[in-house]
């Protein structure tokens, strides 16, 4: 196999010219978390893969969770045992593949009266909940009276609290997460790209999928692109892709809707994170995630334009409503939330329930065309969803050479490279950042530990390439060297790219984008040569990207 190029968007052009010339294995449609999933667990079989993604890749459900990769405690509720066991086997595989990136913390469940969990059930639970998802040592669950809880938390209120339950979670960032995974796809051959629209499946006599019909976002060039099995990954357009193939069935998705709201750390300063009763019935989640706390989720049914999912004022009335309650002293209103992100859960349709009773598990639909479909599922079992494709795709397509394929080995495969090995060793580099960038006059630990769990060692690359900018603030250097960083190393190719996806800095740091936002924009112009009609329609992007996250609507958009 000849050598894989660069996961750079400079590479862009001859990749599309692979997309048109050559015949894959497989070609996957969608670039989230799950397609990346898959085109993983494909390429390192020694399959010849293709990825194609509309818009940029995680733009959807991959960069809208709560980012969690988390057991799945609520669905002992329902029973979902073997989920609850996947689950927990997963989440320790995923850290141990990227552990800067997928971070053990220790989440706090207060009991209060009346509320979901008492005292009895939350021990039996988490103690059940251990059992499936393997924990163990320090990370098995502590249950705590009244006063512990409250040395652990003491924003919770006094005169509600019976105690509490202490158990394992692992926060991620989810689109991080899909791009290193999709990195690591093209490392192993996969031809990867975003920004190319399906429009159409091209038939034939045997009206099996003979090519897809797509277009080049970037350029308007239109594309063939042919393959002997054809996987949708499409997340929430799953069935807009099956419509497309003509092989839609009763079996349908049902999408339910989720927002988180951030503040700054100082307005909602927990010391850890926490899973607390809201008034419905239901639970969502605090986490403080270095300069923020972030809170989420909601849960409800959408019928709306999935293209653009905003936040509404019930939304936020909702999520408030829950956090002052569960913390009196805090008095937040709409106008303390710094940003917010709303996506859609991609459920599968079960009559009579509500979205927080329809279950998580993925499913797979095969059509007669060929066109394999997989939808639902969660983040944390995005590995074992690409297993089940792949192997449906062995499966159903007889006629493929499989003799020379080697077995699923992604449980070993680093997603970064060069790796890290623990949660010791991200610690002991991310006190290296920080001596280094107090050399070059950072003083603020944030900046060290931001670097760290967003590129992992690859840091050293952003650290050694800022010093090649000179006459600029040492912040200055260093965003500009993500740029070039995120333009060489992960198909990098527009504002929102960068500062959402990338970066996480609409979610994370919102007030620094108007700060960065003319530098970037200059390099991008001098990288990629943008024309004027091209700067102003991202300058128009990130403006209207920057107004959904800051603002509460009446009403979603039909």
Same mark, same amino acid.
């Given at each position: 196999?000849?050598?894989?190029?660069?996961?750079?968007?400079?590479?862009? !052009?001859?990749?599309?010219?692979? =997309?048109?010339?050559?015949?894959?294995?497989?070609?996957?449609?969608?670039?989230?978390?799950?397609?990346?999933?898959?085109?993983?667990?494909?390429?390192t079989r020694g399959l010849k893969v293709c990825l194609i993604e509309k818009l940029d890749f995680a733009s959807g459900t991959s960069n809208k969770s709560t980012k969690l990769i988390h057991g799945g405690l609520r669905y002992l509720k329902q029973f979902e045992i073997g989920l609850v066991r996947e689950s927990g086997t997963e989440r320790a595989?995923?850290?141990?593949?990227?552990?800067?990136l997928v971070v053990p913390v220790k989440m706090l469940l207060p009991l209060v009266e009346g509320g979901t969990y008492g005292k009895i059930m939350t021990s039996l639970g988490l103690k059940l909940y251990d059992f499936l998802a393997n924990v163990n040592g320090d990370d098995k669950r502590l249950m705590l009276d009244k006063n512990e809880t409250?040395? +652990?938390?003491? *924003?919770?209120?006094?005169?509600?609290?019976?105690?509490?339950?202490?158990?394992?979670? %692992?926060?991620?960032?989810?689109?991080?997460?899909?791009?290193?995974?999709?990195? @690591?796809?093209?490392?192993?051959?996969?031809?990867?790209?975003? %920004?190319?629209? =399906?429009?159409?499946?091209?038939?034939?006599?045997?009206?099996?999928?003979?090519?897809?019909?797509?277009?080049?976002?970037?350029?308007?060039?239109?594309?063939?692109? +042919?393959?002997?099995?054809? #996987?949708?990954?499409?997340?929430?357009? #799953?069935?807009?892709?099956?419509? @497309?193939?003509?092989?839609?069935?009763?079996?349908?998705?049902?999408?339910?809707?989720?927002?988180?709201?951030?503040?700054?750390?100082?307005?909602?300063?927990?010391?850890?994170?926490?899973?607390?009763?809201?008034?419905?019935?239901?639970?969502?989640?605090?986490?403080? $995630?270095?300069?923020?706390?972030?809170?989420?989720?909601?849960?409800?049914?959408? %019928?709306? /334009?999935?293209?653009?999912?905003?936040?509404?004022?019930?939304?936020?009335?909702?999520?408030?409503?829950?956090?002052?309650?569960?913390?009196?002293?805090?008095?937040?209103?709409?106008?303390?939330?710094?940003?917010?992100?709303?996506?859609?859960?991609? =459920?599968?349709?079960?009559?009579?329930?509500? !979205?927080?009773?329809?279950?998580?598990?993925?499913?797979?639909?095969?059509?007669?065309?060929?066109?394999?479909?997989?939808?639902?599922?969660?983040?944390?079992?995005?590995?074992?969803?690409?297993?089940?494709?792949?192997?449906?795709?062995?499966?159903?397509?007889?006629?493929?050479?499989?003799?020379? *394929?080697?077995?699923?080995?992604?449980?070993?495969?680093? &997603? #970064?490279?060069?790796? *890290?090995?623990?949660?010791?060793?991200?610690?002991?580099?991310? @006190?290296?950042?920080?001596?280094?960038?107090?050399? *070059?006059?950072?003083?603020?630990?944030?900046?060290?530990?931001? &670097?760290?769990?967003?590129?992992?060692?690859?840091?050293?690359?952003?650290?050694?390439?800022?010093?090649?900018?000179?006459?600029?603030?040492?912040?200055?250097?260093?965003?500009?060297?993500?740029?070039?960083?995120?333009?060489?190393?992960?198909?990098?190719?527009?504002?929102?790219?960068?500062?959402?996806?990338?970066?996480?800095?609409?979610?994370?740091?919102?007030?620094?984008? /108007?700060?960065?936002?003319? =530098?970037?924009?200059?390099?991008?112009?001098?990288?990629?040569?943008?024309?004027?009609? $091209?700067?102003?329609?991202?300058?128009?992007?990130?403006?209207l990207l920057i107004k959904d996250a800051t603002t509460f609507y009446a009403e979603e958009f039909k």
């Amino acid at each position: 196999m000849k050598k894989p190029l660069e996961f750079s968007f400079l590479n862009r !052009p001859v990749l599309i010219e692979q =997309l048109q010339t050559e015949t894959f294995d497989v070609a996957i449609i969608g670039g989230g978390i799950t397609g990346a999933g898959i085109a993983l667990d494909a390429a390192t079989r020694g399959l010849k893969v293709c990825l194609i993604e509309k818009l940029d890749f995680a733009s959807g459900t991959s960069n809208k969770s709560t980012k969690l990769i988390h057991g799945g405690l609520r669905y002992l509720k329902q029973f979902e045992i073997g989920l609850v066991r996947e689950s927990g086997t997963e989440r320790a595989i995923v850290h141990k593949l990227a552990p800067h990136l997928v971070v053990p913390v220790k989440m706090l469940l207060p009991l209060v009266e009346g509320g979901t969990y008492g005292k009895i059930m939350t021990s039996l639970g988490l103690k059940l909940y251990d059992f499936l998802a393997n924990v163990n040592g320090d990370d098995k669950r502590l249950m705590l009276d009244k006063n512990e809880t409250l040395v +652990k938390e003491a *924003l919770l209120d006094k005169n509600t609290i019976l105690g509490g339950g202490l158990y394992a979670e %692992y926060r991620t960032d989810d689109a991080r997460l899909t791009t290193e995974i999709l990195k @690591k796809a093209a490392s192993f051959g996969a031809t990867i790209v975003n %920004y190319c629209v =399906l429009e159409s499946f091209n038939y034939n006599a045997n009206s099996k999928i003979n090519y897809l019909n797509c277009t080049d976002k970037i350029t308007g060039t239109n594309l063939k692109i +042919k393959a002997v099995n054809y #996987v949708s990954a499409a997340g929430p357009w #799953v069935d807009q892709i099956r419509a @497309k193939d003509q092989s839609m069935s009763p079996k349908h998705l049902h999408l339910s809707k989720g927002v988180h709201i951030v503040f700054p750390f100082e307005k909602l300063p927990i010391k850890q994170s926490l899973y607390f009763d809201v008034s419905d019935g239901r639970m969502i989640f605090a986490i403080p $995630r270095g300069r923020i706390t972030y809170v989420g989720t909601t849960d409800t049914n959408y %019928y709306s /334009n999935i293209d653009r999912v905003v936040a509404t004022k019930d939304d936020a009335k909702y999520l408030l409503q829950g956090i002052n309650k569960a913390f009196p002293a805090v008095n937040l209103s709409i106008n303390d939330i710094e940003s917010n992100w709303a996506g859609l859960r991609p =459920l599968i349709y079960e009559e009579d329930k509500d !979205p927080s009773e329809l279950s998580r598990k993925d499913e797979l639909f095969i059509s007669k065309s060929g066109l394999i479909s997989i939808a639902g599922g969660k983040l944390t079992g995005y590995r074992r969803m690409a297993h089940r494709a792949i192997e449906a795709v062995l499966k159903t397509n007889k006629t493929m050479v499989q003799e020379n *394929l080697e077995p699923s080995k992604t449980e070993n495969i680093p &997603l #970064v490279t060069p790796s *890290l090995k623990n949660t010791l060793d991200v610690e002991k580099y991310q @006190k290296q950042l920080e001596t280094t960038l107090i050399e *070059l006059g950072v003083s603020n630990n944030y900046y060290a530990w931001y &670097l760290c769990s967003t590129y992992g060692k690859n840091a050293d690359i952003i650290i050694r390439e800022s010093s090649n900018f000179s006459n600029q603030d040492v912040l200055e250097r260093l965003i500009r060297a993500e740029l070039l960083y995120c333009l060489h190393h992960e198909m990098t190719g527009s504002l929102s790219d960068f500062f959402v996806r990338r970066t996480g800095r609409l979610y994370f740091d919102i007030k620094s984008i /108007n700060t960065y936002m003319p =530098l970037i924009l200059n390099d991008f112009i001098n990288y990629l040569n943008w024309d004027t009609a $091209r700067v102003n329609s991202e300058k128009d992007n990130m403006a209207l990207l920057i107004k959904d996250a800051t603002t509460f609507y009446a009403e979603e958009f039909k």
